[in-house]
């Protein structure tokens, strides 16, 4: 009885030091009685647990908004990443009920960019995952109690520029693909622009718009939207635990 008791208070020390699995195994392996689990919360992280539930958690965050973004209606029916028109469109937005059909111009334009930018969504995975794995051990701690969105501004320091060259081409083919009823983001921009200034009498009813950025505007739209995304799933998992999918979560975000 009494090494049996031993056995069991060793095996208990084992536990707090290298968690409850060992304790559970060692137990089967001596013939002691299974024990309950025991939470390890009082066992601290390692520097790789760390490196591993940030790039869990990137992972899961960057895979989520990229699921969600790129299907039909990601950015659309989400009010706060849809894309509306590029500022320098305000006045043709404020004075569309002036032209004859200009709201449809209108709405076939939002439309056809928000298209743009779902078609795009797809080609940030690859991006995500070379600077997720290239997390280090410095920069683990620091992100993980940094502040809710501290991994998703650590991932858009070292991918933005890189995401704006893969989606600045991929934005512009869709803007000159027809995506709604035949017409392109760019014929219904043009569309809408070229309404708007006729309507104006060029500029004697109100300022006419003189410039189109709309694929560099959509390309810089669609990435905001998507570290909007991924900055939410990270607080999610921070904050909730049913968020925390695997074991890794669990146990960084868990502490």
């Known amino acids: ?46 520097n790789e647990e760390v490196i591993k539930g ?17 299907r ?30 200009g709201q449809k111009l209108l709405n076939d334009a939002i439309l056809a960019i928000n298209r743009a930018a779902e078609d795009a969504a797809p080609q940030a995975k690859t991006i995500f ?7 280090s051990i410095n920069d683990g701690f620091n992100i993980l109690n940094g ?22 081409p991929k934005i512009r083919t869709s803007l000159s693909k027809p995506l709604v009823l035949g017409i392109s983001a760019e014929t219904a921009y043009k ?6 200034n006729t309507a104006s009498l060029n500029g004697i009813l109100f300022q006419p718009i003189k410039q189109n950025s709309l694929a560099t505007y959509t390309t810089q739209k ?14 999610k998992i921070r904050q909730d635990a049913s ?3 695997n074991d890794i979560l669990k146990r960084v975000f868990g502490k």
């Open 222 to 235: 669609a990435l905001d939207g998507l570290f909007l995304k991924v900055a939410a799933e990270e607080t």
């Open 72 to 101: 039909t209606n990601g950015y659309l029916s989400d009010a706060l990443i849809k894309l509306a028109l590029p500022p320098e469109a305000q006045p043709l937005v404020n004075n569309i009920s002036k032209i004859p059909g």
């Open 147 to 168: 502040g809710s969105n501290a991994a998703t501004s650590y991932l858009k320091d070292r991918t933005y520029a890189q995401l704006t060259d893969a989606f600045a």
């Open 1 to 46: 009885m009494k090494k049996l008791f031993l056995s069991v208070y060793a095996l208990g020390t084992l536990c707090m030091l290298s968690g409850c699995d060992t304790l559970q195994q060692l137990s089967q392996q001596n013939g002691l009685p299974n024990f309950p689990n025991i939470p390890n919360v009082n066992i601290p992280l390692s």
């Open 54 to 70: 940030l790039k869990s958690a990137l992972h899961v965050g960057t895979d989520t908004s990229i699921s969600i973004l790129g």
């Open 191 to 196: 569309n809408l622009v070229e309404g708007y």
């Open 129 to 135: 995952v070379n600077a997720i794995s290239g997390i």
């Open 243 to 245: 968020h925390r999918i």
